[in-house]
């Protein structure tokens, strides 16, 4: 009679996932077989892990997929899958490097793809970011003038501020609302863009460069009188008059804490 010694747990969980991620499997069934693992069955497995998977990447780039196809999409979730398996216990974050994988391929229009995949991840980033109290408007007002140039700002949680090199929101806005729409190829474009949630809702606008410099010094943590100095070394003597029209609309928007 002959006795099979059962292999650790950890050997068994690696040889099933290796199982699940290769298409070699003869390693991982040369720990499973002993123990009744059979081929078929493992590749049963692997196609339901590998369809998860990239349902996972469809579900957070919904236009990419649209502009991509079924089989083109599916091709990029096997190559990404095969270049970066999952690393976490939640499939939510499986994708949060794929925009820099497209960057470095041979695909036909990688970088504007690339932007597009970066500007989707970030609109779910903003959902999932940390909720903070939101800077109402009326408590800066209720401050006498003279403790303005004193008064801190922070961008909330939930603001992201990120730099496209191609014009993909027009795609994005387009397909987005309509899978059927007919879209033009994106231009060659840098330009700052704004993604934050207000709410439960996410929202997003193109801004200027000037804004995204204060919007920048914001998110390192600044103050009213100090924003004041970074828009005079742009806008000389029209600061003033600037941060205060950019204070209204980031009151608005819900993107100070």
Avoid: K
């Amino acid at each position: 009679m002959t006795v099979v010694t059962a292999p650790s747990s950890e050997t068994l969980q690696r040889a099933f996932a290796h199982g699940l991620t290769s298409d070699d499997p003869r390693p991982a069934l040369a720990v499973l077989r002993p123990l009744g693992g059979r081929a078929p069955q493992l590749g049963i497995y692997r196609h339901a892990y590998r369809a998860r998977l990239s349902a996972a990447l469809r579900d957070n780039h919904p236009v990419l997929h649209r502009v991509l196809g079924d089989e083109a999409f599916d091709a990029l979730a096997t190559d990404y899958l095969a270049t970066h398996p999952s690393q976490r216990a939640s499939i939510r974050w499986f994708g949060d490097r794929l925009a820099d994988f497209i960057a470095s391929s041979d695909r036909p229009h990688a970088a504007a793809l690339a932007d597009l995949a970066r500007f989707e991840w970030t609109m779910g980033q903003v959902l999932d970011d940390p909720d903070a109290p939101v800077l109402d408007a009326a408590a800066l007002r209720s401050q006498p003038p003279e403790a303005w140039a004193a008064w801190p700002l922070r961008l909330h949680p939930a603001v992201r501020l990120l730099r496209l090199d191609w014009d993909i929101t027009p795609l994005w806005q387009a397909l987005h609302a309509d899978d059927q729409a007919q879209t033009e190829l994106p231009t060659a474009h840098c330009h700052p863009v704004l993604v934050w949630r207000q709410g439960l809702a996410r929202h997003w606008r193109v801004v200027g460069d000037d804004e995204a410099t204060l919007l920048q010094a914001v998110a390192g943590g600044t103050d009213i009188g100090t924003l004041c100095q970074v828009a005079a070394a742009r806008c000389g003597d029209a600061a003033p008059a600037e941060v205060v029209a950019h204070l209204h609309q980031w009151l608005a928007d819900g993107v100070l804490t």
